[in-house]
C-alpha cells in the first residue's frame, strides 16, 4: 500500500525536462560538428565537418608561411567591421 500511495520524488519532472534538454543539445553538437552548412553566408563562411576540417588544416599547413598569412586575411575579412551608415544632414544644412 505504501508504494503505491507515495508521491513521486520533488523533483522527477524537472530531472526529466533535463535529461531530455541534454539530450537534443547533445544532438544539435554533433549534427553542427558532423555536417557542412552555413556560418555566415553573406560573409561566405562555411561550416565542415570536424575530421574534414583537420585533414584541409594539415594540407594548409605544410607551407607554414602560406598557411599564416591565408589564416591572418581569413581572420580579417571574418572580423571586418561594416561601414559606419552616412549621418542625417542637420535640419539647418
Given at each position: 500500500m505504501y508504494s503505491s500511495t507515495r508521491p513521486a520524488p520533488l523533483g522527477e519532472d524537472r530531472s526529466i525536462a533535463?535529461?531530455?534538454a541534454l539530450t537534443?543539445?547533445?544532438s544539435a553538437n554533433a549534427e553542427t560538428l558532423n555536417s557542412y552548412g552555413w556560418q555566415d553566408q553573406a560573409?561566405?563562411?562555411?561550416?565542415?565537418?570536424i575530421d574534414q576540417a583537420m585533414k584541409l588544416a594539415e594540407q594548409k599547413w605544410q607551407n607554414p608561411a602560406a598557411a599564416h598569412l591565408d589564416l591572418s586575411n581569413r581572420v580579417e575579412k571574418a572580423t571586418a567591421v561594416p561601414p559606419?551608415?552616412?549621418e542625417?544632414?542637420?535640419q539647418f544644412e
Amino acid at each position: 500500500m505504501y508504494s503505491s500511495t507515495r508521491p513521486a520524488p520533488l523533483g522527477e519532472d524537472r530531472s526529466i525536462a533535463r535529461k531530455k534538454a541534454l539530450t537534443d543539445l547533445r544532438s544539435a553538437n554533433a549534427e553542427t560538428l558532423n555536417s557542412y552548412g552555413w556560418q555566415d553566408q553573406a560573409k561566405g563562411i562555411v561550416r565542415l565537418p570536424i575530421d574534414q576540417a583537420m585533414k584541409l588544416a594539415e594540407q594548409k599547413w605544410q607551407n607554414p608561411a602560406a598557411a599564416h598569412l591565408d589564416l591572418s586575411n581569413r581572420v580579417e575579412k571574418a572580423t571586418a567591421v561594416p561601414p559606419k551608415a552616412p549621418e542625417k544632414p542637420s535640419q539647418f544644412e
